[in-house]
């Protein structure tokens, strides 16, 4: 069964750092596009980054570029969300996704991924 699962999040204060994780089963990994995707109340989905595990590229949105920073581990077929300076903004929930690229550059539409986690909540406030 193809399955990716997030964990790590939680409620920090502004200028906080939370990690996130998504583990993948069912599949591996390597030739994917692993996309970090977030939600607010009210608001349509928006991609945060994403990044071409083949390549070994990873791109980031505006909003978090500086802030964030994707890892992954390969024995454990797993990436992670490293968010730090986190804002009030970056309140919402998480997900994360993977399409099929090999060798492809990877993007920030939904579209683009067929494989979703079932997201963690992350919110900033004091």
């Known amino acids: 069964q193809v399955q990716l699962v997030e964990s790590g999040g939680g409620l920090v204060q502004p200028g906080g750092s939370l990690r996130l994780s998504c583990a993948a089963s069912?599949?591996?990994?390597?030739?994917?596009?692993i996309g970090w995707f977030r939600q607010a109340p009210g608001k349509e989905r928006e991609g945060v980054s994403c990044?071409?595990?083949?390549?070994?590229?990873?791109y980031y949105a505006d909003s978090v570029k500086g802030r964030f920073t994707v890892s992954r581990d390969n024995a454990k077929n797993t990436v992670s969300l490293e968010m730090n300076s986190l804002k009030p903004e970056d309140t919402g929930v998480y997900y994360c996704?993977?399409?099929?690229?090999?060798?492809?550059?990877?993007?920030?539409?939904?579209?683009?991924?067929?494989?979703w986690g079932q997201g963690t909540q992350v919110t900033v406030s004091s």
């Open positions: 069912g599949f591996t990994l390597n030739n994917y596009g």
């Open positions: 990044s071409s595990l083949l390549v070994g590229s990873t």
């Open positions: 996704a993977a399409g099929y690229i090999g060798y492809g550059s990877c993007g920030l539409t939904t579209s683009a991924y067929g494989t």
